[in-house]
């Protein structure tokens, strides 16, 4: 993504339509600094707040999100153009995470005692303070309460700066948190475009900071938190492996391939993008994907036999028909799709499937952030695992096969953050979530994700 030149405005543009519904203005140095204020003061509170209080809170939170999720998913698919069931399930979701984290928090977080010559010492778990949040348009609902759940249950504050193209959704999840009864300043949304951001991390006011995005945001909001020796998460980008052995279920992979591909019109960090095929199987598993492609319905979002609505933005859809052309160019085939929709307002781009392409070119080690797979063939399981870990990414890998010791090399072999064996890269509140390499560091969710920002504070009695 051409990062550098996005100048963006904040502004809902409906992706399936191209119109500006409406525009924002940014806050102001000094409209920033009252909400700074206000966090550093309301962290004071918090932090006294008992679990049971929190989790009250954060219970009522789950039950707005459940009652109204009609009209915030309304608001996310006006946005960013996800299906609209999509985005119903994405409200579940995060009431689903928030019930997680308001039963489990405390146990996640409570001492744990540690023989030693003192009388008695134990890890106590502490709040950081003010954490501010970067957060994508992706999924603009669950990125920000998979980090808020368990960071107010721990007793930090929020302030997030989510993407310029989904600030109604920002403004809907800070309600959601105050009408929850969340005190004023527990969670705020701030609105600004991102070169505000490197100011906020030198503040003082602010301790740590988390960004779900692109490679180029990550390595610039760690290098500002760097040089102010703040703690960082990073979820970034990702190029995942879907690799199908000779002995994998062909119609089960293709069925979860396609959904895992399509996925939230193919804009998803955890998307299955490169599909790595045992050469014995490779025809048929080829001709039943493309056969699902074909059949895959491309239009309005807000109708329920939508399978993939509009990219988010006009420059995720050019940057999608580029890489395209350039793999093309770098001699890939098309074996179907391969174009934007022509006479379409809306950022509309063709399921796209690609085969024949030079496992070593710079495109393919590329992340394709739109509905376009990779299709190669290799011979045998260790071409399958060098070529998945040929790139610099390692986010999830999805692995096929009913061979228990091709799955047990798989799950050791594969450079990931996570590996699921025949089945769905998916994210799950019980679960850690996270990549290494170029994909981030740091966890989410399940207990490693609220111990992220928490001081470990050791604790030693005569
Ligand atoms: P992006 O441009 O990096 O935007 C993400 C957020 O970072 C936005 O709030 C953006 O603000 C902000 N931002 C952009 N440049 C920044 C900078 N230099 N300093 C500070 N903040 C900055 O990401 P995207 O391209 O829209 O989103 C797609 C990427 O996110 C993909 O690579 C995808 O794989 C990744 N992603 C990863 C995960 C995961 O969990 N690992 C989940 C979802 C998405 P503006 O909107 O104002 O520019």
Redesign the pocket.
Known sequence: ?A?RE?N?S?ATINPTTGETLKTFDPLTDREIETKLALAAEAFEKHRQTTFQQRSQWLNKAADILERDKQKFAQIMTTEMGKPFQAAIAEAEKCAKVCRFYAEKAEEFLADVEITTDASNSYISYQPLGVVLA??????PFW?VFRFAAPALMAGNVGIL?????VPQCALAIEEILQQAGFPEGVFQTLL????K??AIIKDDRVKAAT????????A??AS?AGKQIKKVVL????SDPFVVLESADIEAAVETGVSARMLNNG????AAKRFIVAEAIADKFEKLFVEKFEALKLGNPMQEDTDIGPL??EA?LSDIEQQVAKAVDNGAKILIGGKALPDSAGNFYQPTILTEIDPDSAIARE?F?GPVAMLFRVKDIDEAIALANNIPFG?GASAWTNVPEERDRLIKDLEAGSVFINGLVK?DPRLP???IKR??FGR?LSSQGIHEFVNIKTVWIK
């Open positions: 993504m990062w996005k963006m904040i970067v957060m994508p348009w992706n999924f990125q700066k989510h993407a310029s193209n600004i475009g991102a070169d951001v490197e960004l779900t995005g692109s490679e180029p945001a990550g610039s909001l500002a979820e970034l980008g990702g804009q998803s960090c955890i988010a933005t995720i992340e952030f986010l994210s979530f996270g990549g994909s981030g989410e």
